[in-house]
Each structure stands twice: as C-alpha cells, then as structure tokens.
C-alpha cells in the first residue's frame, strides 16, 4: 500500500477507513483528557464542591437556628409552647433569660439569633381573653434570615394554638392557610441542582472542547493534520465525542449526589431529563466548536468561554438571581442565554414533575440554538490556515 | 516534481505586509533540495503554500502534475509534512505517537517499517516514554518518523534541525540522505548556512525573494572574489580600518576570524599584513579562504541591496 486512495473505493470501504480514524483519533482524545490528571480533578471536582457548598454551608434555610428563651410566665402553657418550639428541627432553645431587656446582650454577642419573650400574664389572657402576645426579637443585621426565622417561628405558635384551641370555633376569623407546592421546605437545593448542572455543562462543553482544539492549532499539530487524507470534520467529531461522554458522567455524578446527599427529587422521566441534557451539550459543544474556530490562541479561547459564556450563565440562567424581578430590558437579554432555557426545563422535569408537552417550549429553543451552532462551525471550519 | 511559478504572497488588511514576491523554484524527482534563509525570509510562508495550507496572491504552483490550490484533497496524501513548530502531542508516548499519525494516514507502523526502520531503532528504546520527556534530538527523530510513516511521495520539512544539537543534527542529515536514496524528494528549509553543501541544489532567500537557485558547488565556484580569513590582537578595529581601505570590498566576521573580500589578482596575504602592522595592529593572522554558501549569501545579499 503506497497511500490511501479512497477514489474509487467502494462506499462501504471508505466508511470503514473513515471509522479507523476516528476511532483513533476518539482513543487520542480519551488519552488526553485522563492523562491530564489535574484537568480531571477540577472536572469532577468542580461539580462536587459546588454540590456539596451550596447544599450545606451556603444556605438560606433555617436548620437548628439557635433561639434564647425569656419566659417570665414559667406556667403549664409557656413550658408547652418552649417544648414544641424546641422539638421543632428548624429551632434549638440554647438558653434562657430572665429580664427582657438582657436580649440585646446575647443577640449582640450572637449567642443567639432569636428571643422569643413569654409575658406573665401568657396563660391568664389566652384562657379568659382569647388572645395573648408574645414578643419575638430578632438580630435584624441578615434582614432575610430574620423574617424567615420569623415566619417559621409564627407558624409553630400559630400551630400551637390551634391546638390549645381544637375545639373552639371562634367567629370571624379569617385564617390564610398558604402552601408552598413542589418545595414546601423552601429547600434552595431545588434552585441549585440545576443550576450547577447547567454550569458544569458549560465549562466542559464550550470551555474544554473549544481550549482543547485550539490547543492543536497553537501547539502546529493541526497543520500536520490539514495535510493528512483525514477529513477534517473527524478532528471536529472526535474532539466532541469525548467530551460528550464526560459530560453525561458528570450529570449522572451530580443528579447522584443531590438525589443521596441533598434529598433532591426526580419527579419526572429520567430519560426525558437525560434527553434535555443532551441537547444542552450538544448545542454547547457546538457553541465550543464556534469558539475554537474564532480563535487561534488558548488564553482567548478561555477567556470567551468564561467571560461570554459562563458569565451570562450564572447572571441569566435563572438560578441565582430571579429573572422575574429584573427590570425588563435585563428580562428580554436573559432570553437569548440558553442556560436559562436548560434550567426552566430541568427544573420543570425535576422538581415539579412535568412531561415532555410541558417543556416543549424550552426543547426546541434548545434544539434551535444546537442547530444553529453546528451551521455556523461547519460553515466557519477552515480547510487551510487562512 | 516541485514546480513554483511566480508565486507573490502578503499578509494584512491591506497586503502591507509582503511575505514573498515572485518567486519562482524548480525542484527534481528524488532530489534533496534546500531553502536556506534567515528567520522572516519567507520559508514557513513558502512551505505552507507549498503543502496546500495558504493561498498564494499570485502564481502557481504544480506538485507532481496537481495543483496546490485545486488539487489539495489529493495532494494531501501524497504528501508528508513536518511544520517549523510541530511538538507532536507531549503526553502520548513515543509509539502512541506514531501509531495515531499512522492511522490518521489508514496505515499501520508495520506496513512502512522497512522506511522508518533506521530512525526508529534509535527510538524503540524509549517506546513507553512520553514525547514531552525526550531530548530535542529525540524530538526531532520520532516527528521525522510521523511524517514519513504513510511513505510520502514528496517530504517538506520545515526548519528540522532548529534547536538541535550539532551531533544530532549531522544524523539528521545522514537520515535525509538514506531517505533520498528510497526516491523521495526532499524540500528542507534551514537557517544554518553550512547545512546547505549536504543539499543537491539550494536555493538562497532573503526578505521574500529568491538569491540564488543553483547546485551549492556550482553556487561557491561562481564566487568571483578573492577571500582571506584575518586574525589579530584587535578585531573590532582591524574589521572598520579594513573596511575603509579602497583596496577591500567587503570585511565581516566570520566565526573566529574576518573575512576579507578582494578584487581578484589585486592584493595578496603580504599586503594585507603590510598595512595592519602599519595600523598599529599586532598577532596578525592570515589565511587563504575557500569561500563557503555563506560568504555567497552575504554577497548576493549586499549587491541586491545596492
């Protein structure tokens, strides 16, 4: 054999010479990304930390909220409602006062977040009137864990009367019975999992496929592969398969963790949400592909991704900052982010259970985006160095 | 095999930048050929045309009997190419390397075993060891087995021995002239100018244009110049009273010695030292010179200027 001639081949055998090379170039590509140890760990690093940072210590959810006690009534009914608000797993009573105005102290200190002040007459005035006050004193400096801790604080009093109060009908009371659907704990791992998800996808779709072609062109390897029988469209393929793989292993490690760790649910089809996620990476494997094809340098290769990519994502995906409240221009921006499309759909997937009629929507925008990516880097794949 | 017409390129917005202006080389079937120039003359541009990886502005060029620029889909198979900064991949080994330029090309290491043998008995004893790891000489080998593992017709190798030692370099060379011997042609660049006697025919580049194309012997005998190689106590001095004797046409240095250019039959070694000891110089030194590609080079360089 002198050299491939694939003119005149039958199409078969050319289809078979063209699976060779991108076998090898797919088994290149594999060698690459485990050899390179450190990648790797940031890889499976990243999506862990991030899992394990905002399900445990970045939270706003109120979990044994250390509370002091100021009971100056010390009667059956004051000891029922310390009890209940002690067993409750949102609040620990770690001490008591005796004098209101001692509050200050230990919320200055940070002894506690809370004083809840019983007054003397608690059990007189709930028995003969009716209605009785209690007094809730709250570090005000996190203005928002205050009124949450507020607000779960007067439901388990709210509780507790009612059940003082089981039998009594009273007239005219008008009770608002809210319930939170889909997340009745308020739980802000329902907001992050997929937001970490669609975070992860980008760095190692578009960051990682577009830094590792561009890699050959800075390194000359790519001129050696221009003047070689190889088609060029394979250098692209074999780049993304890889990375394809990589990327639905790391979702499966994440949706792992939320689901053990984070008590997360999977309310929908798992291959629906599996499907979602695969048109994600494809259309930012695309956007990757793009980007290695505007670029002839690592540095600026990684800075388009991080900067134009991961930023938009983080700012208009949905999951940090509520795009409802943004003023409306921000609104219309935030449209053009597809992560923000991947997160309403795998939130709706996850968390609330929908089927696929419900995410239609947000698929073909998805689907669109990964078509349109795929056009402009096939048309923008240059057969010379020019 | 090797035909080059006339071919202009330049680079910029606007064309400002002029890479290579009309150059036209003829290069025969099984011929080890070399473009010798300094850095920026216009090679790598030259050999990027040449292996169908830029558009030349003007001109053509005809690779046996395709084009570059119509017939690149088949051109790339017959040809092999190794670029000025080509590092193969660092974090495969020595024959996962080889294994995937082999199978980019369908080809497998054993089929062309017979071509590379020579090279890569000196490589198999670092097979497992990481391209990253090897020595530049090392480097150079294995890129030059890649390149040649799917038998090309024709071999461009672009600047191969920059950054080689000289004991490396010299096999290279010998490599090159086995290779030759197999009936490849052989278009080599270099910027070492005492590389250019092991070619067939050179031909010399400066700023985008062609010198000289001729047969190094032929391109030295054309040198219609006496040449003395000076030596003394103050070489800086000796090289500027030199060059404003009339009787000297040129002085430069040359390694340890100056070079002194000389109409032929004008003055001889006697003079020379005659009119330096008059200078106040002492230690003299002199020599007669045979004059080398370089002292060509710095000449056709110099007349062109003027």
Known sequence: MY??????????????????????????????????????????????????????????EVKNTKIFMCDLAKDNFSFQLTEKVHASKYFNVVGSIDIPNEADEVLRKGSAHLVMVIPADFSTKLSHSNSASIQLITDGTNPNLASTIQLYLRNIINDFRNQVFEKIELPYTIEVKSRMLYNP??????????????????????????????????????????????????????????????????????????????????????????????????ASLALGLVISSITNSQQVAMMISLMGMMLPTIMFGGFMFPIENMPIPLQVISNIVPAKWFYYAISGIMIKGMGIKSVLKEISILLVYGTVFIIISYRNFKIRLE | ????????????????????????????????????????????????????????????AVIDGMNVVDDYKKLRKILGYMPGRFSLYQDLSVRENLEFYASIFNTTIEVNYALIKDIYVQLEPFNNRRAGALSGGMKQKLALCCALIHKPKVLFLDEPTTGVDVVSRKEFWEMLKRLKNEGITIFVSTPYMDEASLCDKIALIQNGSILSENKPSALTASFNYSLFGVKCNQMNDCRKTLTHWKEILDAYSFGEYLHVKTTKGTIGENDIQEFLLAKGLTDIFIKDVIPTVEDCFIDLMKTKKT
């Open chain 1, 3 to 60: 050299f491939t001639d694939w003119q005149g081949k039958p199409k078969e055998a050319i289809i078979k010479l063209a699976m060779e090379q991108l076998l090898a170039f797919v088994r290149k590509e594999v060698y690459h990304i485990l050899r390179d140890r450190k990648t790797l760990l940031v890889l499976f690093g990243l999506p862990i930390a991030q899992i394990l940072l905002f399900g445990f210590a970045l939270s706003n």
């Open chain 1, 185 to 282: 704990q308020l739980k802000g791992a329902y907001t992050f999992v997929p937001g970490v998800m669609a975070m992860v996808l980008m760095i190692i779709c578009t960051l990682m496929t577009s830094v590792s072609i561009v890699k050959e062109k800075e390194l000359g390897n790519m001129e050696m592969l221009l003047v070689s029988p190889m088609n060029p469209l394979i250098v692209i393929f074999s780049k993304a398969i890889p990375y394809l793989a990589l990327s639905l292993f790391i979702v499966t490690v994440i949706l792992g963790l939320s689901v053990t760790l984070l008590e997360v649910p999977i309310r929908g089809n798992i291959f629906l949400l599996y499907g979602v996620c695969l048109i994600f990476i494809i």
């Open chain 2, 1 to 60: 095999m090797i035909e080059v017409n006339h071919i202009s390129k330049s680079f910029g917005k606007a064309g400002e930048v002029s890479a290579l202006s009309n150059i036209s080389l003829n290069i025969d079937e099984g011929q080890l050929y070399g473009l010798i120039g300094p850095d920026g003359a216009g090679k790598t541009t030259l050999f990027r045309i040449l292996t169908t990886l830029l558009l030349p502005d003007e001109g053509f």
